[in-house]
């Protein structure tokens, strides 16, 4: 059975985030919507945007994470990330970082000192995985995930895809994660044709971030997400324009969950212990 779409949106606004990330906020928490995208709490895309030369770092400075995992995909540009964990590392085009804030970390999240000499075309996603509530303490962890140890697929001769996380047929991508997982980096030409097996019953969300796609007879362009159905297992489209574009799918977690600001946990006396104990600095700091 095919997964059909559930619902789509495309991105309207842009926000900045600090001063470094331009970004469509396509995924958020939100009640009635998160069923059908966990464990994948929310994605900021910021398409290809130039940046001039600077002598200053821009970005986003010192601030917390608790409950769940940020991962950063770069496509263009450079990003360099340190926490309070000792974690940290530089991401280059076609790299992915993916930070388990666990029971907490401060970090800071900057353009590479040579892209903000240099300046040019910027674009990264960064994407928060949720934690089941059984591993949303757990000490924090950063593995970088460099393009050269991605394995690449090549199907029908042409259609490209990274696995990043999980498995597609029997090539296994290099991310450690907690629940089960699969993200494909996915290049199509036009006319191309693909078909996934996924689980039934799993959540499966695709950004477009170029060109576009056609399901179910409607056209999907650049900075638009597309959400299905968790019934069924297949899940076939076709580039109808050069396609570029992610593929999130993970089991639900079924547990609730509970938000604020840059902590997600289950319940609003964690999310308060969170603030309290980021107030006294049990997250660590830098430096
Ligand atoms: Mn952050």
Redesign the pocket.
């Known amino acids: 059975m095919m997964k059909k779409i559930k619902f789509s949106f495309s991105a309207e606004k842009k926000l900045w985030v600090g001063d470094g990330f331009y970004v469509h906020p396509l995924l958020r928490p939100q009640e009635g919507l998160y069923q059908f995208t966990c464990p994948f709490i929310l994605m900021d895309y910021s398409p290809p945007f130039e940046f001039g030369k600077t002598s200053k770092r821009r970005g ?1 400075g010192e ?1 917390p ?1 608790r409950g769940f995992e ?1 991962v950063t995909f770069a496509f263009k540009g450079e990003v360099e990330h340190r926490d309070s964990s000792g974690g940290g590392g530089l991401i280059k085009p076609g790299d992915v970082q993916w ?1 388990t804030a666990g029971e907490g970390v401060v ?3 900057f353009h590479s000192e040579s892209f903000s000499k240099k300046g040019g075309l910027f674009e990264m996603v ?1 994407l928060w995985v949720n934690l089941p509530k059984k591993h949303k303490m757990t000490k924090p962890k950063y593995q970088s995930i460099s393009d050269n140890i991605i394995p690449k697929l090549v199907l029908n001769g042409k259609t490209q895809l990274r696995v990043i996380a999980g498995k597609l047929l029997s090539t296994e991508g290099p991310a450690s994660t907690f629940s089960t997982i699969n993200i494909y980096d996915i290049t199509c030409s036009s006319e191309d044709t693909i078909e996934l097996s996924l689980d039934d019953g799993s959540n499966t969300i695709i950004l477009v971030r170029d060109g576009e796609i056609m399901l179910e007879g409607n056209v999907f362009e650049k900075n638009t997400l597309v959400v299905f159905e968790q019934a069924g297992q297949k899940l076939k489209f076709k580039a109808t324009k050069n396609f570029k574009g992610l593929l999130l799918n993970g089991m639900p977690i079924n547990e609730p969950i509970f938000s604020y600001g ?1 902590f997600v946990m289950n319940t609003k006396e964690e999310i308060e212990k969170a603030l309290s104990d980021y107030e006294k600095g049990k997250m660590g700091n830098l430096n």
């Open positions: 986003v601030h994470h940020t930070m970090h800071d999240e960064q840059p």
